[in-house]
Nanobody, 121 residues
């Protein structure tokens, strides 16, 4: 069984930064592609970023490209999302997911419980 636990969310002012972490249990972390998704109130869950098992392939949604950076540390079973230049429209619950990778929710088998990110002055 694979379990994912996100942390690092919180309240930040516009233009600020946060780093989200997702700790993954299980010995097969290094074989999973990892993704970050987000869901704002009243909206569908949307893709944010993804990274392949090796870290060699990385994908970003257009609305975060240049501001967010996804990375992983297979020795620590952890994936990160560095978020800079945050905007109010980035406010959402952020979820990490493990699976094949890519931008589709269908490509992921395991999901965390989410961490709230609020961007407001």
């Amino acid at each position: 069984q694979v379990q994912l636990v996100e942390s690092g969310g919180g309240l930040v002012q516009p233009g600020g930064s946060l780093r989200l972490s997702c700790a993954v249990s299980g010995r097969t972390f290094s074989t999973y592609g990892m993704g970050w998704f987000r869901q704002a109130p009243g909206k569908e869950r949307e893709f944010v970023a993804a990274i392949s098992w090796s870290g060699g392939l990385i994908y970003y949604a257009d609305y975060v490209k240049g501001r967010f950076t996804i990375s992983r540390d297979n020795a620590k079973n952890t994936v990160y999302l560095q978020m800079n230049s945050l905007k109010p429209e980035d406010t959402a619950v952020y979820y990490c997911a493990a699976g094949l990778t890519g931008s589709s929710r269908a490509g992921y088998d395991y999901w965390g419980q989410g961490t709230q990110v609020t961007v407001s002055s």
